[in-house]
């Protein structure tokens, strides 16, 4: 079920009618919002639900026994399984077949040639959020930041459908102590909760959908068939669809959550008026840069010790956060690019001789953005060989037909002009939009909606988190 | 700078983009949404019936999504006979006539629908 279609709209008027119908009892609420969030995981493959119910019940009972651990040693044995339980499922699904195929290549290249059993494994959507939350949940108890909750908060923190499938990464310590007491909506709350979702619809299926149908799929899929123009100008697409469709889904999730009574968190901040890549990684998918950073950069050793020191922790913290995007070299390369520069950031910062002036902030923002970019083409393309064949492309190809076209440029210039508008425009559209009369704002929905419809791309595209 | 704005500055600061500064009471807050909510959805049953029946098309074969279908093309037709399901396409046919725009003047090519094409990423 994908958040624009009708189908999901339905979906949410019936669920929004009820759970706020049924408010006077927390508890049968939250029953209510938990089947919800399983019919909603279930319309993609009923066994994932399984999965999920039997994933929040391992961090349900781990973190039972290490709240009623006293030995520090107990405890710490009963976290370390917990994480590698979790790490585990994430593990089998996500990243078996990879490595059984790197083995294979490893063993054949030493001349031990074998047929090593690939299982060709169904990739549960949203797994990588869900995984990433229970290690978060088990690690955050046993360091005392939340109590260990019970059965059905724990269950339905995992499974409610808004964050589900692609995130934001919403911690315990964030969602359970809303779910102690019914939510109380507010008209800020719901003004914004309107307002989110109706951008990340436009954002979603007009500017995403229209530049990956329009130019970025076919310019990718065969990068040797297109020229210099269309290569540069997909690059440039990929890197605002990306954006679009990411941060459409997090806008429409957190709206949707905000109309329920519950607050998502941030996880967008004009990622492309960034100036370093360290100010990107503030910017961008901000619940899981901060997940790396607090239960794997910081463990590491995060920025205690020598320069060289934290330059490996940096290496090590992008290189997994690739490869948590997927078993795939490209998504290495892309965690390595972001490590690499990371640390010579860092470098530089403890290099710098006296004096020297800084980088003008332009100049800042227009070099981070293309090191980002070059990111994406790896992040986009499907193989290594892929990859080096659109950078190739940039520098010499000569194909003259365009795929390119006025709509598409006028898009992705749409796209990278947003970062610059006003930081928290929508919040201020907000302040306005709770004083207005409700009809009156319905009206205003609904004149969205079928702007938004009557130029949207025919039918809806997955979003591209939704593999992860 | 306004005060407004100044609030608008501690926006970071909040746990989530929803938490507007200087908030209102809860009183009356559900009433307010569920009529802003209903007012949309009315208005959307009567100007987009054609996105309404597009649905009703992709649903599974059977006879209740034959009679749903048979429903739903009544209701374009009858909406449309009123000029309700005029709005929507007028913006339509304008937004293809911007798609179909091409640099080098050749013949727009129909872009392919998003399961016909490849798999995006």
Redesign the interface.
Known sequence: MLFPTLTFGLFFLALYAIAWAVRASNEWRKILLLLASWIFYGAWDWRFVALLIGSAILNWGTARLIARANEPAVRKTLVVAGVVANLAILGFFKYFDFFVEQAGLVLAAAGWERDLPLLQIILPVGVSFFTFQGISYVVDVHRGKVPAAGLLDITLLMSFFPHLVAGPIVRASDLLPQFERTPQLTRGMAAMGLLLILWGLFKKAVVASELSVGLVDPVFFDPSAHGRLDLIAAAYGYAVQIYCDFSAYSDMAIGIAALLGYRFPHNFNQPYRAVSLQDFWRRWHISLSSWLRDYLYIPLGGSRGGTLYVCRNLMITMLLGGLWHGAKWTFLIWGGLHGLVLSLERLWRDAKPEGWPTLPRPLGILITFHIVTLGWIFFRADSLDSALTYLGGIGRSDVAALTVTPLTIALILFGLAIHFTPQHLIQGIGLQARRVPAPLIGLGVGVAILLIDAIRFEGVAPFIYYQF | MTE??QQ??Q??ET????????????E?????????????????LF??AV??DD?AKDLPPGPAAERLTAATAGWVALTGSVGLTA???V??EQ?KT??A????AAPAAA?????T?????
């Open positions: 407004g704005q608008l500055m926006a970071d746990l989530s983009p929803v938490d507007l500064p200087g908030e209102e009471g809860t009356g807050a559900l009433r307010w949404t569920s009529v802003a909510v209903a007012v949309s959805a009315i208005f959307l100007f987009n996105t309404i649905w709005p929507r396409a913006v339509h937004w911007g798609q725009l091409r640099f080098d872009s392919p629908a998003p399961g094409s490849p798999p995006s990423r």
